[in-house]
């Protein structure tokens, strides 16, 4: 059997990284994914029965996806063979291939493990198709990217796609229990460091590993370390975020519904997620924009004027300095009464707007610049508004064969309850001076 170690042509005798030499024997040894591998778990079940199928392992880096993979072989007799998406092509995929009909030639299964599989093209992904449903390869996939963007359809219907947790600080607690057993001593920090850790492995156990195995061998002053002896040695882990994939539209997301959520606390920090992360303050600037008319509309008018001033700070500033006032406008965002009724008016209004064609206006709002057009009517019967008692004539401007709809209805918070109050004034008045059809 073969496994990723072995593969890179490294004797049993060479340095093994602790992360590798802590690798779990068996699915019991996992941490972190109990829902898998539980006594109730998916994986459990499908070992008990003796029955694999084909598997999309989904979830980040550091969770014991490549182990979970070697485990279930051993469980199930399968011969182990791991490729990278990374590192292979069509010749290596013809190859595995090739070297698993001669095994099932001879009464042997193999299972076949790809990690980064959503790094295959369309045409790559497809060709595993034959292999998995003849059953020449049990296919057990890993990758970090959403499998319902990143691989095809076929392939998808033809596996089972099982969702790998983030460790918890309680599972990276028990890894470190295991690395200070192996090396037979305890870490040599602080409690505070310690914790220092665990934040800055991010849910990755394998990171956490190494991060372990360099505080190990920090071992030349006295005492133990403290976090700010750590500081100038290690480095945090780089959070999960790609700005042209779903942790990109995941974070968003957040920001988004905070901010309609009035929660400028959750806000803010979705926003400094994804600028921590790289992304792009001026798509953020855009974002919020859109938040101003979309959430808050009429409900605080000035909303769309801090987004805009934003944009045009940071514009004008850049990073960092630029970034406060992108913050402001989260924070007055967040903060302000909210109403999507101007947002609902717009989309109700084009979809009557697609529905009735090329209905004219009616005649008595059109200009009559030539007497043939006053004597068709055009402008005959109009109401010169600021003339009428009330300052509003209450003639109707729809289409004549068109039955008059509401579009805009305002939500009464903030500034649009006032509104709100005037619109009924005017719907009134406009019920008494509308003439029947």
């Known amino acids: 059997m073969t496994d990723l170690f072995d593969s890179a042509g490294l004797s049993d005798g060479a340095p093994r990284p602790l992360a590798d030499r802590l690798r779990p024997q068996t699915l019991a040894d996992v941490v972190g994914q109990d829902h898998l591998i539980g006594p109730d778990g998916t994986l459990s079940r499908m070992l008990v029965a003796k029955r694999l199928s084909s598997i999309i392992l989904w979830g980040p880096p550091g969770t014991g996806k490549t182990t979970i993979a070697r485990l279930l072989a051993e469980g199930t007799g399968l011969e182990f063979e791991a490729i990278s998406a990374i590192f292979s092509g069509v010749k290596e995929l013809r190859a595995a291939f090739e070297r698993a009909e001669s095994r099932r030639k001879m009464g042997k299964g193999t299972l076949l493990f790809v990690d980064e599989i959503h790094r295959f093209n369309r045409a790559q992904q497809d060709g595993f198709l034959p292999f998995v449903e003849s059953g020449v390869v049990t296919l057990i996939g890993a990758t970090t990217e959403n499998p319902s963007f990143e691989l095809n359809g076929a392939l998808l219907s033809r596996c089972q796609v099982l969702v790998l947790k983030r460790l918890d600080e309680a599972a990276l607690g028990l890894l470190l229990q295991r690395a200070e057993n192996m090396e037979q001593r305890r870490l040599p920090v602080t409690k505070e460091a310690r914790a220092m850790i665990l934040s800055m492995a991010d849910g990755d156990g394998r990171y956490l590993l190494n991060l372990a195995e ?135 209004a084009r979809r009557a707007a697609a529905e009735t064609g090329s209905l004219m206006p009616p005649k008595h709002i059109l200009n009559a610049p030539t007497s043939m057009m006053k004597d068709q009517g055009y402008g005959s019967g109009y109401k010169y508004d600021h003339d009428t008692e009330e300052g509003f004539s209450g003639q109707d401007y729809f289409p004549d064969s068109m039955k008059r709809p509401v579009f805009y209805d305002p939500k009464g918070e903030g500034r649009e309850a006032p509104i709100a109050e005037r619109l009924r004034r005017l719907a009134e008045l406009r019920a008494g001076t509308k003439k029947p059809k």
Request: glycine share 8%.
């Open 214 to 348: 360099q505080a190990f061998s920090m071992m030349g002053e006295p005492g133990l370390l403290s976090p700010d002896d750590l500081g100038k040695s290690l480095s945090k882990r780089a959070a999960a975020y790609d700005k042209d994939r779903e942790e990109h539209y995941n974070l968003i997301s957040a920001l988004h519904k905070s901010v309609r959520g009035s929660d400028p606390d959750a806000a803010l920090y979705w926003f400094a997620r994804m600028l921590e992360g790289g992304e792009d303050p001026l798509f953020l600037a855009r974002r919020l924009i859109r938040m101003a008319s979309e959430d808050i509309g009429l409900a605080d008018p000035t909303a769309l004027m801090v987004a805009g001033e934003a944009a045009r700070t940071y514009e004008r500033l850049g990073s960092p300095e630029g970034e406060l006032a992108l913050a402001h406008c989260v924070i007055h965002l967040a903060t302000a009464p909210k109403s999507n009724a101007a947002y609902v008016a717009y989309k109700a």
